[in-house]
């Protein structure tokens, strides 16, 4: 198993510009989130989803939207980056009702 | 929202002494996770903990789930190298979801 992947591993965006990042997982994991992790504030969550078809917002959703169209991926979308969106993003899964969520390696973001 | 507070916020320790850091959260939880995060990785899962009292080891990793379900507490005993990152607990709260809360890490370095 490859886990939960990520791509890309670095991004650099322009204020206004758009972009996915991307989040696969090969365990056949219900549930999938997405968090930030800026320093000393630990990790956020933005969205989260409990399975296929079904997503909710986290503790920072604003500006940010997802998807779930099939158990394997949860894409994040920006659709119109800002500075204040500068951080590192997790995905994560864990199979439902465990709460041993597994972490990708994280996609570094830079909004310019 | 849910607060973890999590400390000591950094420690510089040498190797082959014993550390403690612990987390508080301002309500009960059902679940107390400990990750570690090494530089440019997302964070892996150390221990889990399900049940208040518990007391559950992963070789020189100990962490014990606190009576009143507001606390968590992990030691690592004879530190090596190799223990260098940060330290995050997570909560999840009895609300029936998978979401969890971060607290703001603990930072390890060994001194040489």
């Known amino acids: 198993n490859a886990g939960v992947t990520q791509t890309p591993k670095f991004q650099v965006l322009k204020t206004g510009q758009s972009m996915t990042l991307q989040c696969a997982q090969d365990m056949n994991h219900e549930y999938m989130s997405w968090y930030r992790q800026d320093p000393g504030m630990g990790l956020r969550l933005i969205h989260y989803?409990?399975?296929?078809?079904?997503?909710d917002q986290g503790e920072v959703p604003n500006g940010y939207n997802v998807s779930r169209s099939t158990t394997e991926d949860f894409p994040l979308r920006l659709l119109s980056a800002a500075p204040s969106q500068t951080s590192v993003y997790f995905c994560a899964s864990s199979y439902s009702k465990g709460a041993k969520q597994y972490f990708g390696p994280g996609t570094r973001l830079t909004v310019t | 929202g849910q607060q973890l507070n999590q400390s000591p916020q950094s420690m510089f320790i040498q190797e082959g002494e014993d550390v403690s850091m612990n987390c508080t959260s301002s309500s009960i939880f059902n679940t107390w996770l400990w990750y570690k995060q090494d530089p440019g990785e997302g964070p892996v899962l150390l221990i889990a903990?399900?049940?208040?009292?518990e007391l559950t080891s992963n070789g020189r990793l100990t962490a014990q789930f606190g009576i009143t379900r507001k606390d968590s507490f992990l030691n690592i005993s004879a530190s090596i190298p190799s223990d260098v990152g940060i330290y995050f607990c997570a909560g999840q709260e009895p609300s029936g979801n998978e979401k969890l809360t971060f607290g703001t890490g603990t930072r390890l370095t060994i001194i040489p």
């Open positions: 989803s409990v399975g296929a078809g079904i997503t």
């Open positions: 903990l399900y049940k208040a009292g």
